[in-house]
């Protein structure tokens, strides 16, 4: 168990630049999440995959957001066009498919737009 | 569908006990409790499902109403590793989960 990476750590791009972060999660969790967290709050989740399907997105979620899992291994998050809100840490979890299963988080990457 | 924890932040010496509250206005299915340290990930504390179980971890414990949808986290004689932001999450199903803001906890010598 070599637990969630998340690559990169950090990432400062200038308004209006794409950027895209990956995560890698524990191999045999089939399920893997993408949360934002800004300061001073709780995880918020954006969305939700079950392999290689994705079966929830938050309604939060701007069409700049989109989120892959292809073959239901490692995840990438693009955010086109960035904005300054999208300022925050991104975290990726995993988890067993078990009722409950805990999720296992990333140490994230965090995002600054300027 | 956020659940709303309290009290925000409490300080406590090292030995003294304190309690976190999490409540929800939706029926829930299970409820996590989630440390996070500054510049950590969150790290998995508990779970409990709904039938109103309590659990333990170390000195660490938990309790689930489930009519009432609150959970509440026990801190039993604090230690200094007991600092950080702990966070509760809500589930209406086996798979979504919701969080709170956070109780920041700082303990002290």
């Known amino acids: 168990d070599t637990g969630v990476s998340q690559d990169p750590r950090h990432k400062i791009t200038k308004r209006g630049q794409n950027v895209t972060f990956r995560c890698d999660p524990i191999s045999e969790h089939n399920r893997l999440y993408w949360y934002r967290q800004t300061l001073g709050q709780g995880p918020e989740f954006l969305t939700y995959?079950?392999?290689?399907?994705?079966?929830?997105k938050s309604r939060l979620l701007s069409d700049r957001f989109s989120a892959e899992r292809p073959k239901g291994s490692f995840s990438t998050l693009e955010i086109q066009r960035t904005e300054q809100g999208d300022s925050a840490m991104y975290l990726c979890?995993?988890?067993?498919?078990?009722?409950?299963?805990?999720?296992?988080f990333g140490n994230g990457t965090r995002l600054t737009v300027t | 569908q956020q659940p709303v924890q309290s009290p925000q932040a409490v300080i406590l010496r090292e030995g003294e006990d304190a309690v976190i509250n999490c409540s929800s206005s939706k029926a829930l299915y299970s409820v996590h409790w989630y440390r996070q340290k500054h510049g950590e990930a969150p790290v998995f504390l508990m779970i409990?499902?709904?039938?109103?179980e309590q659990k333990g971890h170390e000195k660490i414990s938990a309790s689930f109403n489930e009519k009432k949808q609150q959970s509440s986290l026990y801190l039993t004689a604090s230690q200094l590793s007991y600092s950080g932001t702990y966070f509760c999450?809500?589930?209406?199903?086996?798979?979504?989960?919701?969080f709170g803001a956070g109780t920041t906890v700082t303990v002290r010598a």
């Open positions: 409990l499902l709904k039938g109103g």
């Open positions: 995959f079950q392999n290689e399907a994705q079966l929830e």
């Open positions: 999450g809500t589930s209406r199903n086996d798979y979504k989960l919701s």
């Open positions: 979890a995993s988890s067993l498919s078990t009722g409950d299963s805990p999720l296992h």
